[in-house]
Each structure stands twice: as structure tokens, then as C-alpha cells.
């Protein structure tokens, strides 16, 4: 069925006027980027208040937390009543003449109430509380039919091989597309297109789709972002680029994304953006993946964007714009071949334009077996957020005939699309080898052809060794058992089956106890594992740039420890439990003692700030743990539990360390910050909640922004008036720190006497892991980490007296995997970071401090090890709080030595505390004696009593530095 796009627009008003309707305030504009660029800082974006949501009607349940499946229909049609938001007259989407969020429901529920082709879903909301539509076209269905469709989908992935020889299967099964759109809010024309086109296939004569549809489910994201598209924002509401989040799920909108991935299990799948003023369609240029099945993904998806192409060009879309494949041009018309062309990337853009990172949506979609593309609609818009009416007209009818050509091709190829999703999974489950995609290869490739004449050398995947599994350690090999268990979270959240070893096990040659965990590399998610888990590869002699970020391991970057073990060919695995949570951290020890708890993950760092907002005293010592008294066990139990983290009673070194002056007290700080989306909330996500944004502008109106606060982060540039420069020094002087990152940190801590050097800048598009190495005496060196991300690196040199280096980066190999080579001079690469200072400290003669990263310890909130760096850092610098008290012990003996004479014998016992100890020795209640215990602990006096029973006891009243005791009764009796 080939079919005719048209665009027309549902009249909603008689909709919007009956149904209840829901109001969302609008928040504040943020700089944008065309395409799928780097994003810009978007600081000054704000979420909504969560009670912008004022009613709600039927509206499907909200998932139950983070890992949370979607739930799909049990039939379809599925035609649930959806919640309608009021007009918001702000709307940017209005400036083009383009549909607005709150259209959205009122079209679809129109639609479905005179069609039972169309189902409609809720599949979460977005940061601001909008509803997420997943829009199903297909023939009706039964909940029988439904159900034989969910067994064959997850036959598919669970037993391939199964799925291939199943006749029935490869006859009955409905294969799915997916379209998405507008995950750039102010990339809107895709979502308008969307709609025509569901419009188009739930309107046309069923003679003409019956095939299509009961042979397919065609599946349609319509707005990934609706708060952007109102607020004409490429952003979210919290102000990440939500196509670059895919990997990190900072965003309640790429959570949704991955679910509904990992739901439909899409063939293929496009995601649509704009503006590169000429219609773009991947399959991506070099360097490509080494962990995607490119031999199973790129021929149907370049033959795709070559139908695409002729379509579009045959369509003569008025004000469309063209591509000239010999000069490189963007043309308003066809003037002959070499003009009749879009771009599509993996044949006309050598290097800058790649699919490689996981963090796209199309790039993330292709582990599942789907070959993918991000599409890039033409027409530009004035600035960024509106656009024209007539760009739009034009982009909404381009992408409406892409659509339609997309969904054309793919009814066309759709079991050659199956088959290679079913291969794509049998090769993960059954271990075999990862065989990389290479010039010498290409020709015994099957299926369509178009791109082999195009491979070259620059194309080759690079060779990947796929292990027999990753290990989680749990126990004293792991570096942070709060970050451990987030990693197993976010694999778990990706559908990557993990599970606990059932007893303690060699693997690879390498001890671990019982119940840690082991990611099985034989499962059919293998690519997307790999991807995620291992450290990638140093591509910088590869291609001359890259479009966003070349290396992200969670291995490497998100604090816990993980070992790759083994070679995916090898034997089975010792016995083990596949798990759908990570196992809770154990019970609190009882009361009456003094506890600890380590200082090594975000989540560690979440319940210290709980804590100390909550007026509980906290030590940490120079091990980097934390300590708290035996009378906040209450309250540390109650955090330990929401945030899953192991406490464990003090040791006698532990509490000896609450009176070594090396140790700190915390406090709650109060952070005044310079920065942007990715400062923000980094800051909150370890629970920082004491919050003041600043910048040079708000600074010079009011210092006391700064000067009120306890401490100063600097993320972004701040150059202040001399009346707020003042201000500022003065508060340094008074023993105030500074801490942040990149050379704007370093300038600004220079520029008030805490740090003194040179700052070095890297090439500013280098990015990736590096190897660090921390000194022992450095303030990073409890739970040390190993590796860090930069983008850019910045490193320190020529350091005063006063400053030295917490951090360096390693000397003989600093840049492991990622992108990052040396510019023109010779002198911004790796090899002259060698060595030299990746963090430094000051400070000052009034005690003031100074911690500055060169290290991206906060970049789109994606390092969770980097996290806890910036977090030591911070509470190292911070201002001091109430100490900890360390506990005592008082025993009373008592001895008669005459008719009515005892010899009354007190120990005193306070670890670290030196000095004469008052106690108090009382008889029932009342004071009998005073004694001082000298330096000793023990002192001996001798009373005389009445006749009757005594019940004497000593009581050592609290310090400054310790707690008070009393020692058991001692009971005497007088005759």
C-alpha cells in the first residue's frame, strides 16, 4: 500500500470545550543549537511547581519507580480518556502555526472515538508533568491476538533461534516501526507530521491499509519533550539536552524513551529533528559503533534513506531544498542528477556526523536490533525559539513524506528487517565472538547493496573483545557498595540481565564471594552491555572530529568497581540468581554504639547531607567514612534505609579518630554556585539542597549572595565589580572557600589568593576517560578512583608554594578511550597533560581553601565517581560543624576496709582524650563524693558510710569532646 501524505489539522474546540482541562505555567526560555549539536547552557531553565497539574481524568497510572516496565495493552484498540491542558498563549509552537501540546489530546481522542485502527497510551510525563503519547495504528486486535503478539516479541529476544524456525512466527507476527519526534522541544515539525500521517492512516479506505496494518503495528512518540515545544526550548525543563541523556536518565523523558523501547522492540525506528537546511537521513558516517552488528544494521538502513531520497525528490515539495553530492551545495531546486539528492550522512559526510555514542535516541534504538535514524528537516528557524509559518508548512509536508516513505520501504522489507533483529539476538545469547565489520568483509555481506561501493578504510569497525561476563564485587574488593548497587539499578533499567553469584566463585581466575554480581555476556542485549560496561577505544587517529562525546563506560565512570572477566567463546559461569533489584544493604547495628558508614558513592553523600540538614553531627576522619553518635542512630537508620546503604558500628580505631585533629566535623553548606544545567544538578543530585544560584550580574546587586553563604562553587565564568570583589575577599579572609571546576575555578581561586599556577587548556573538542593517579596524603585518596572523564582536560603547572596537586594525570598513558588529539601547536593532547596536575589545592593563612578540578567531574551529570570527587572536595573545604563525641566508660569498685570505711576505686576511660576527668559518685540519687581522675583513668578515695545498704554509683558528666557515663551499681552494705 503506497500511501499519498496530505496535511490537515482536526478541528478541536467543540473537544476542548467539554473536557476538564489541565493549566501548566510557563518557565523561562534557554539558549539553543540547531541539529543535534552540542547543547547549549541552559542555566537559567527552571522545572515547573509540582502543583502546575490542577486535575486529572483517567489518565493511565504513572510507573511505579525507576526500573519499572511499561505496561502495554492487553488489546487494541486501547482508547483511554486523556487528560486535556488548557491553551497556553505562550505557546512557541503557535509562532509556526504548528499544534501545541495541549492539542494533542483532543485530536487523539477525536481520532479514536471514528476509528478503531488508533490506540493511544500515557508512557510518563515529562520534567514539567505533561503527558507522553504513544500513539499504536494496526488492525484490531484481541486479547488473545494481543497476547500470542507479546509471546512471539519476547520469543524473539529470549530464544532467537527459536523465533527463526517458528513458521507461525515469521507469518503472523506484527512488525513494529517506530517514529518519534520533537525530543528537541523547538524542533517541531515532526510531531505535526506524526499526526497528519496517523490521520492519514486511520481515515484512508480500509481497502487500501488492511494489508499494512494487520501485518504491522506502527508505533508514534509524538512530542519526547512537549515542555520545550512550549517553551521553544531544545532542552527539558531541567535544562539537559535530553538526546544526549539516553545512557544517564537524568530526564523523567529519556526514562520514558528506553521503555517504550525496550516495550515495542521496534525493526527500525527514526527520531526526528531539524535544521540542517537540506532533508538529512542516516544511517551515520564514520567511525561506527564497534559494538553494533553493522553487518545486520546498515544495508536496510542506507537502502531506507536511498528510498527516502527518491521520494522526496519525486514529491517536488514547493520551497524544499536540495543537495548537490559533487560540490557539497545546498540548492533550491533539481537542475539535473547530481542535484536530485537529500544528505544522508554515511555517504556524504566523511567525518563530524557519526553514530557512534548510545546517547541518541537512534543510536540507543539499534541495540534492539533495529536499524535506526535521526532524521534533520530542512528549513531553519528565525531564532530559537519560534519559527515561520511557511518553514514549517514546509518541514511538516518533508517530514510527512518521509514518514510515509519510511513506513512504504520498511512493508516492503519487513521480514529482511525481522531477520536481522532475530540475528542481531542470537548472536548475543549464544557468545559468539564479536566479528567486526571491515573492507575485507563487506562483499559476503547479504541483503541490499547500495553501500557497499561506499565503505572504506575510515569505516571499519574496530575490534572489540566481548567478555564471558562483567563482576560487580561485593565485599572489600568493591570501592563503593552505594555506587555498586546504582549500577546494577541503571543495568537493570536498560533490560541487561544481571544476577548474584550463589556462592563464592573463581571467574577468570579472580576470587569473589557470594552474592556478587555477574552480567552474563551471553543474552541477547550483549551489544548494548559492552557498549555501556566496557572502557571503549581511543578512536583520536581515527577520524578528525566527532560530533559529541567518544567514550562513557559506567565501568570506568560511575565509581563502583567492575571487572571484565574472561572471553565471551569460553565455558559456562559458576551458578548464579538473576536478580530484578539489587540486594538491600543489611540492618543497622543496634543502639548504644557509635556508627559509621562509608564516604564513597552519590548515594553516601545523599544521607550525609540528609543528616546534617537534619542537625546530626558528623565526623570524618581521614580514612574519608562517617561517624555519627549513638544518639542519631534513629535518624541515620531512617536514611540508611530510604537510600540503601550499609552503616556498621565504629571500630576503636574510629572512634580514636574523632579526636585526631586531622578530623573534620561537617555542616550543612549552604552553596552558592556559578554554573550552568549540569552544576545545578549535580549539586542536587548528591543532596545539596541549600542552594543559591549566582552569577557576576546578580553578585555586583547583592555580594551577600556569596557572602552568606558557606562556601563557593564556581562552574562558569565570574568576573565581579570591585565593590562585590571586595565583599567576596573579605569573606575569603575570613576562612571561606572556593571550589569548582575548569580554569574558571582556577582563575577565579588565583584572583583571591588561594591557588597560584598556570592553567593549561586541552583542545577544547577532546573528550573522554583518562587514567589519574592520586597521591596518598591527598584529600581524594580515600575511596581514590582510578580514571575520570574530560571534556575538555585542563591541567596545572608552574604550582606556588602554596598550592600542590590532589591529582594527577598518569605519566606514561593518560587517554584511554574517547576522542582527543593535539591541535596545531602540538602542545593541548595528551601527551603534554602526561604527568601534570588534574586537581589542585590551596590555602590560605586564615584557613580558606581551594579545590579545582581540570577533570569534567559534572558533565551532563553523566560521572557518578566524578560526583563524589566534587563532593569531598566540597565538605574538605566547608566550613567546620559540631564535633562528634566520642564515648566514655566509667567504672566504680568498691571495697570495705574498715567496719564502716570503703575504698571507693573509679576508672576512667575517654579514647584520644587527655587530662583530669570530675565524676561524681552518688548514693541513691544523692551526691556522696566529687573526685578528680587524673591523666591516668583511675583515682581511689575512701569514705565513710552509714549503717544500711548503699548503692553507689560514678557519673562522668559530658565534655566538649566526649560523653558523659555511669558505672554500673556497686552495692555495700554497712552493719
Not at 533495529?370 to 531564532?383: F, I, Y
Not at 548528591?686 to 543559591?692: E, K, M, Q, R, S
Request: no cysteine.
Amino acid at each position: 500500500m503506497n500511501l499519498v501524505p496530505r496535511l490537515s489539522v482536526i478541528a478541536a474546540s467543540a473537544a476542548l470545550a467539554t473536557l476538564t482541562m489541565v493549566g501548566l505555567a510557563p518557565t523561562a526560555t534557554a539558549a539553543e543549537d540547531d541539529g543535534r549539536g552540542r547543547e547549549a547552557d541552559t542555566s537559567a531553565t527552571r522545572p515547573l511547581p509540582p502543583d502546575a497539574r490542577i486535575d486529572e481524568r483517567g489518565v493511565a497510572p504513572e510507573l511505579a519507580g525507576p526500573s519499572a516496565a511499561l505496561e502495554m495493552p492487553a488489546s487494541y484498540p486501547h482508547e483511554p480518556q486523556l487528560t486535556v491542558y488548557q491553551d497556553n498563549p505562550g505557546d512557541a509552537s503557535d509562532t509556526g502555526g504548528l499544534l501545541g501540546h495541549d492539542d494533542l489530546a483532543p485530536m487523539l481522542m477525536d481520532l479514536m472515538e471514528t476509528s478503531n485502527r488508533l490506540s493511544v497510551q500515557v508512557v510518563g510525563q515529562s520534567t514539567s508533568g505533561r503527558d507522553l503519547y504513544l500513539a499504536t495504528v494496526t488492525a484490531p486486535e484481541t486479547a488473545a491476538q494481543t497476547a500470542q503478539q507479546t509471546a512471539w516479541r519476547e520469543l524473539i529476544k529470549e530464544d532467537p533461534e527459536a523465533a527463526a524456525a517458528d513458521e507461525e512466527l515469521q507469518a503472523g507476527y506484527k512488525t513494529p516501526i517506530w517514529i518519534s519526534a520533537n525530543i528537541h522541544g523547538n524542533e517541531w515539525e515532526g510531531t505535526d507530521a506524526a499526526m497528519a500521517t496517523i490521520e492519514d492512516l486511520v481515515t484512508a479506505p480500509w481497502n487500501e491499509v488492511s494489508a499494512l496494518l494487520r501485518e504491522h503495528r506502527i508505533y508514534f512518540s509524538l512530542s519526547l519533550n512537549p515542555d520545550g515545544r512550549t517553551l521553544g526550548t531544545r532542552a527539558t525543563a531541567q535544562g539537559l539536552d535530553a538526546n544526549r541523556d539516553l545512557i544517564t536518565n537524568t530526564t523523567p523523558e529519556t526514562l520514558s524513551f528506553i521503555r517504550t523501547a525496550h516495550a515495542i522492540q521496534p525493526l527500525y525506528s527514526a527520531d526526528f529533528h531539524g535544521y540542517t537546511r537540506v532533508l538529512q537521513v542516516e544511517p551515520g558516517g564514520p567511525p561506527h559503533g564497534e559494538n553494533y552488528e553493522y553487518d545486520l544494521f546498515l544495508p536496510q538502513a542506507y537502502a531506507m534513506a536511498l528510498a527516502v531520497e527518491e521520494d522526496v525528490v519525486a514529491a517536488a515539495i514547493p520551497g524544499n531544498t536540495y543537495f548537490n553530492v559533487e560540490s557539497g551545495e545546498v540548492v533550491p531546486e533539481v537542475t539535473g542528477p547530481e542535484t536530485a539528492h537529500i544528505k544522508i550522512p554515511y555517504r556524504d559526510t566523511p567525518s563530524g556526523w557519526d553514530d557512534y555514542p548510545p546517547i541518541f535516541t537512534a543510536q540507543y534504538a539499534a541495540f534492539f536490533g533495529a536499524s535506526t535514524s535521526t532524521v534533520e528537516l530542512p528549513k531553519s528557524r528565525p531564532n530559537s525559539n519560534s519559527q515561520t509559518p511557511a518553514n514549517a508548512a514546509i518541514n511538516v509536508a518533508v517530514a510527512e513524506q518521509t514518514m510515509t516513505s519510511m513506513i512504504d520501504y520498511f512493508n516492503s522489507a519487513s521480514d529482511d528487517f525481522l531477520g536481522n533483529q532475530i540475528e542481531t539476538f542470537r548472536r548475543g545469547v549464544a557468545g559468539e565472538a564479536k566479528d567486526s565489520l571491515t573492507l575485507e568483509e563487506i562483499e559476503a555481506v547479504p541483503g541490499p547493496d547500495q553501500w557497499k561501493p561506499l565503505w572504506d578504510v575510515a569505516d571499519n569497525q574496530d575490534p572489540v573483545v566481548v567478555p564471558r561476563a562483567y563482576v560487580i564485587p561485593v565485599g572489600d574488593a568493591q570501592r563503593s557498595q552505594s555506587d555498586a548497587r546504582r549500577l546494577v539499578e541503571q543495568l537493570l533499567l536498560h533490560d541487561i540481565e544481571v544476577g548474584t553469584l550463589d556462592a563464592a566463585a573463581t571467574i577468570a581466575g579472580k576470587s569473589y564471594p557470594a552474592g556478587s554480581y555477574v552480567v552474563d555476556m551471553h543474552q541477547p542485549l550483549r551489544g548494548l552491555a559492552n557498549s555501556l560496561l566496557d572502557l571503549g577505544t581511543d578512536i583520536s587517529d581515527k577520524v578528525p572530529s566527532m560530533y559529541d562525546i567518544s567514550a562513557w563506560s559506567y565501568s570506568y565512570l560511575w565509581g563502583a568497581t567492575v571487572d571484565k572477566a574472561g572471553l565471551t567463546e569460553e565455558g559456562s559461569l559458576p551458578a548464579t540468581t538473576p536478580v530484578t533489584a539489587p540486594k538491600p544493604a543489611g540492618p543497622v547495628p543496634a543502639h548504644g554504639k557509635h556508627l559509621t558508614f562509608d564516604l564513597a558513592g552519590v548515594a553516601d553523600y545523599q544521607a550525609l547531607n540528609q543528616l546534617l540538614e537534619a542537625g546530626v553531627e558528623v565526623a570524618m576522619p581521614t580514612d574519608g567514612s562517617a561517624i555519627v553518635g549513638p544518639d542519631d542512630r534513629g535518624e541515620l537508620a531512617a536514611v540508611a534505609s530510604e537510600l540503601d546503604i550499609e552503616v556498621e558500628a565504629a571500630s576503636a580505631a574510629d572512634l580514636a579518630a574523632l579526636t585526631a585533629e586531622e578530623t573534620r566535623f561537617l555542616s550543612d553548606l549552604t552553596v552558592a554556585y556559578v554554573g550552568n544545567q549540569d552544576d545545578r544538578l549535580s549539586l542536587t543530585e548528591l543532596g545539596f539542597d541549600d542552594l543559591v544560584a549566582v552569577n557576576a550580574a546578580s553578585v555586583n546587586a547583592d555580594p551577600t549572595l556569596v557572602t552568606g553563604a558557606d562556601i563557593l562553587w564556581i562552574g562558569g565564568a565570574f568576573s565581579v565589580d570591585q565593590t562585590a570583589r571586595d565583599a567576596i575577599q573579605a569573606w575569603v579572609d575570613a576562612g571561606h572557600s572556593i571550589v569548582g571546576r575548569t580554569h574558571r575555578a582556577f582563575e577565579v581561586a588565583a584572583s583571591y589568593g588561594l591557588v597560584s599556577g598556570t592553567v593549561v587548556p586541552g583542545n577544547g573538542a577532546g573528550n573522554g576517560i583518562v587514567a589519574v593517579d592520586t597521591p596518598a596524603d591527598s584529600i581524594l585518596a580515600p575511596y581514590a578512583q582510578d580514571h575520570s572523564f574530560i571534556y575538555p582536560a585542563y591541567w596545572f603547572t608552574d604550582l606556588g608554594a602554596s598550592t600542590t596537586a590532589a591529582q594527577t594525570y598518569d605519566a606514561e598513558d593518560p587517554f584511554l578511550a574517547g576522542h582527543w588529539r593535539a591541535g596545531d601547536a602540538g602542545t593541548d593532547g595528551p601527551a603534554s597533560a602526561a604527568g601534570k596536575a588534574s586537581v589542585v589545592v590551596g590555602e590560605a593563612e586564615s584557613g580558606a581553601k581551594a579545590v579545582v578540578f581540570g577533570t569534567s567531574v559534572f558533565f551532563r551529570t553523566h560521572p557518578k565517581g566524578g560526583l563524589s570527587q566534587a563532593a569531598r572536595a566540597l565538605f574538605w573545604a566547608g566550613p567546620e560543624g559540631d564535633v562528634v563525641k566520642v564515648p566514655s566508660t566509667t567504672t566504680l569498685k568498691a571495697r570495705k576496709v574498715a567496719p564502716r570505711k570503703v575504698r571507693l576505686t573509679v576508672k576512667v576511660t575517654v579514647p584520644g582524650v587527655s587530662g583530669d576527668f570530675r565524676v561524681v559518685v552518688t548514693d541513691k540519687g544523692e551526691v556522696l563524693r566529687r573526685i578528680t581522675v587524673p591523666e591516668s583513668g583511675v583515682a581511689s578515695v575512701t569514705v565513710k558510710l552509714p549503717r544500711g545498704t548503699h548503692r553507689l554509683k560514678a557519673s562522668l558528666p559530658a565534655g566538649d569532646q566526649y560523653l558523659g557515663s555511669t558505672s554500673e551499681v556497686a552495692v555495700v552494705r554497712i552493719r
